[in-house]
T-cell receptor
Framework: QKEVEQNSGPLSVPEGAIASLNCTYS??????FFWYRQYSGKSPELIMS????GDKEDGRFTAQLNKASQYVSLLIRDSQPSDSATYLC??????????FGSGTRLQVQP | GAVVSQHPSRVICKSGTSVKIECRSL??????MFWYRQFPKQSLMLMAT?????????EQGVEKDKFLINHASLTLSTLTVTSAHPEDSSFYIC????????????FGEGSRLTVL
């Protein structure tokens, strides 16, 4: 079982819709989780971090963490074509280094 | 704040040569830096953890004699790919944590290595 798992997609949503990206993790002791956005050919860019159960909102982005179910999600409201990218979920899964999921490719259709 | 700069962004070299990639933290000190590698359409795989003033810690399966890491100062880590071969062609990305930012990693721009 991978330490951090994501559906590879692509996830296609129309412009203006809500995009929902999901991630599960295997280490129940994990405390910190992060969502990164990566455009093709570029390095990852941090979007959100979340450390406690519940929701955390920042502009159009909302991260959700459910430690009992071991999943993390990212909601993008009012999706824009510029949001089209690969979204990487990452967590400290019992190691000192950050472990990344395989990423979900999001396509926002104009 | 938290800017990580990586150089060069692209490098093409002949098989058998060595290539050095530099990673600098511009506005903070980084006692630890991380080197990742990413093949096309795959996720980031951690290669090694670079520790200032001490030896790097390599992940299982990563050859330490092939991927030499030096972290000589609090703002600079270098990765040298020695005797590069075409299968080493990849996107190499360094990252660093900022003290007090609860584990957030900030990435350099990445270096795309092509070995002919």
């Amino acid at each position: 079982q991978k330490e951090v798992e994501q559906n590879s997609g692509p996830l296609s949503v129309p412009e203006g819709a809500i995009a929902s990206l999901n991630c599960t993790y295997s280490d129940r002791g994990s405390q910190s989780f992060f969502w990164y956005r990566q455009y093709s050919g570029k390095s990852p860019e941090l979007i959100m971090s979340i450390y406690s159960n519940g929701d955390k909102e920042d502009g159009r982005f909302t991260a959700q963490l459910n430690k009992a179910s071991q999943y993390v999600s990212l909601l993008i409201r009012d999706s824009q074509p510029s949001d089209s990218a690969t979204y990487l979920c990452a967590g400290y899964t019992g190691r000192r280094a950050l472990t990344f999921g395989s990423g979900t490719r999001l396509q926002v259709q104009p | 704040g938290a800017v990580v700069s990586q150089h060069p962004s692209r490098v093409i070299c002949k098989s058998g040569t060595s290539v050095k990639i530099e990673c600098r933290s511009l506005d903070f000190q980084a006692t630890t830096m991380f080197w990742y590698r990413q093949f096309p359409k795959q996720s980031l795989m951690l290669m090694a953890t670079s520790n200032e003033g001490s030896k790097a810690t390599y992940e299982q399966g990563v050859e330490k004699d092939k991927f030499l890491i030096n972290h000589a100062s609090l703002t600079l880590s270098t990765l040298t790919v020695t005797s590069a071969h075409p299968e080493d062609s990849s996107f190499y990305i360094c990252s660093a944590r900022v003290q007090g930012r609860a584990g957030e990693l900030f990435f350099g721009e990445g270096s795309r290595l092509t070995v002919l």
